[in-house]
């Protein structure tokens, strides 16, 4: 039988303590602390090569303690450690070139699932975690919030265990990264990574105790079980100091420096790390809380007419860059006196086959069109994405100009995405919509029957009365009912007493 590949641990743990360096009984009370809702937050930053690029991943990780009960809390975590950008980098992309295989700089997003369970010694029992794993032999990045104490002995100590870790060597490292290079927010779908057998040997001492810190020195050695040829296909060692503030119950710095060599048939790959943990205090902690704090969007500064010629003349430019920078800045800022060059530009825009260009005209559009524009404008709720129409429809309806009202109701017999906001704004005409309304009512569409049953409701005249008498008899309940429903609702505007809903289906 194959053993799990989610199994954390296959061998036995072994406790070596040698002789004391420090005073007996100092290190007895270490224990981690937790409250309740307390928010600690963590720099973390990794510096290590990609492609024999120099790399840094650098964040600021908040640690939140959930829950607490029988000596063991529930921690989760908010924030990212992100590639910071790099010099040779394309298009300023924190991300180096090169083909993708193994361990490789992603960002490391925590979701709302990712957690802990861990214990007063720091003992990680439970981990909910979603590629959130460093480069061996690092491990996971929430594990590296709870060092393991030293045992209660001071002194000299050792582990011994096997355990599991993800595989970073090609070709069995293809889940760790994207099969096509495209970033993706909080890590990279794909098949799930391959992983490795490893045995794993801990050795720590205590160098320092005081009453307000211990500090022990730590080195982690990995080597895989599975061979290439007669060597390891990964091993792994690091060696730090670990820093605990004993008073406040949590680790205050980790620092360590790593290297990992990968094997295989046809390469050798030799990486070195170092990674830094430290916990903000004070004014940086004040300054990371501030900044996890949501911020209502400030609009951007408007427009002035100074700024508006050069914008018009940038958007249409052949540099792209130039083009995109002035198409975004028209699409999101107000234009303080808007000018006929600019609504010239904004009809040329949305006849565009570039969704960006096309986007800013529509926009520009809804904000400022007039009538003069309004062919402009129904040309694009003809053809644009539905995604485009809301401003535009808003503009159209305020306009209130009749040679809107066909084009509209086109709309609605096409079954657009957006016919609920379109029937909208039909409703603003009134009866001057009727006429193209009522032609809704030869449409085989069921629901585009049921909506001009609603809209006629709305606006109908006694021209409706028959053609909704009809559709009270259609086979399918909703347009029956909405055509019943309409009929009342035109009889009580009517000053005939005759007219009255007649054979309710």
């Known amino acids: ?12 743990l072994a406790w070596v303590v040698a002789s004391p360096v420090v005073a007996a009984g100092t290190s007895d009370a270490l224990r981690y602390r937790f409250t309740p809702a307390q928010t600690n937050a963590y720099r973390v930053t990794l510096e290590t090569t990609f492609q024999d ?41 924190p991300f180096p070139p090169g083909p993708t295989g193994g361990w490789f700089p992603r960002p490391i997003h925590f979701q709302p699932q990712v957690a802990v369970r861990v214990d007063t010694q720091g003992r990680v029992v439970q981990e909910f975690s979603f590629d959130t ?30 355990s599991w870790i993800p595989d970073e060597t090609p070709p069995l490292a293809a889940g760790r990264g994207p099969e096509r290079f495209v970033p993706y927010y909080g890590g990279y779908p794909g098949r799930p990574a391959a992983r490795l057998a490893v045995h794993r040997t801990v050795h720590g001492c205590v160098t320092d105790s005081t009453d307000t810190t211990t500090t022990w020195t730590t080195s982690v050695e990995l080597t895989s ?40 048939p046809t390469l050798t790959q030799r990486r070195p790390m170092t990674l830094a943990v430290r916990l903000l205090e004070g004014g940086e902690l004040g300054e990371a809380l501030e900044a996890l704090k949501p911020r209502p969007d400030e609009p951007p500064p408007p427009i002035t007419a100074d700024e508006l010629t050069p914008l018009l003349r940038d958007a249409e430019v052949p540099d792209e860059t130039r083009r995109v920078t002035a198409l975004n800045r028209l699409q999101s800022a107000k234009v303080e006196s808007p ?65 809107a009202i066909v084009p509209l109701v086109d709309l609605v ?16 005409f009134g009866a001057a919509a009727e006429p193209a309304v009522l032609a809704l009512l030869e449409q085989r ?7 001009a049953c609603e809209l006629l409701g709305e606006i109908g005249t006694a021209q ?30 009517l000053t005939e007493p005759t007219v009255e809903p007649r054979g309710e289906p």
């Open 339 to 403: 000018t006929p060059e600019l609504l010239a530009l904004a009809v040329r825009l949305a006849q565009s086959a570039d969704y960006t260009a096309r986007a800013t005209g529509a926009s520009l559009l809804g904000r400022y069109g007039t009538a003069a524009e309004l062919p402009a404008m129904l040309r694009l709720l003809q053809w644009s994405q539905p995604g485009e129409h809301q401003g535009v429809l808003e503009r159209v309806g305020s306009l209130e100009d009749p040679r």
């Open 225 to 264: 079980l599975l061979l290439t040829d007669a060597s390891p296909r990964l091993q792994a060692s690091a060696e730090g100091t670990v820093v605990f503030d004993r008073a406040r119950g949590q680790v205050r710095e980790v620092r360590l420096q790593a290297l990992s060599t990968v094997t295989t």
């Open 53 to 93: 690029q120099p790399t840094t991943l650098a964040g600021v990780v908040f640690v939140i303690t959930r829950s607490v009960e029988e000596g063991v809390a529930t921690m989760g975590f908010q924030g990212t450690v992100i590639p910071q950008p790099t010099r040779g980098s394309p298009f300023g992309s």
């Open 464 to 493: 409706s009365v028959e053609p909704l008498r009809r559709q009270m008899l259609e086979p399918d309940q909703q347009v029956s009912q909405a055509a019943t429903t309409a009929l009342r609702a035109v009889s009580q505007r």
């Open 1 to 12: 039988m194959k053993p799990h590949l989610h199994q954390l641990t296959l061998g036995v």
């Open 413 to 428: 017999a096409r079954a657009s995405g957006n016919s609920h906001a379109v029937l909208g704004v039909l409703k603003r």
């Open 133 to 162: 794993d460093l480069p061996a032999p690092f491990g996971s990045l929430p594990a590296l919030f709870f060092e393991p104490l030293p045992p209660s002995a001071p002194g000299e100590w050792s582990t011994r265990a096997e």
């Open 445 to 451: 569409h069921a629901e585009t029957r049921r909506q």
